[in-house]
């Protein structure tokens, strides 16, 4: 399958959801992220996980906000698409 530049975020060959991102703009939203995880983590983790819980539930809904607008459209691949 030809890589599609458009997208920051490739659909995945087998199943339903985003795979690896296909240029710098999805690497920086995925390095951002794991940086936030760690902040958040060294941040809430000693004091509250119930805090860093929802932090990272916030992430995580994020992150697929960002894959849902510049991702592939989503939708269920058996693998020869």
Known sequence: MPRDDRYWFPAKCYGWGWGPPNNWQGWSVLVGFVALIAVGGAMNLPHSPARFVGCMLVLSVLLTAVCWW????????????
């Open 70 to 81: 510049k991702g592939e459209p989503p939708r269920w691949r058996w693998g020869g698409d």
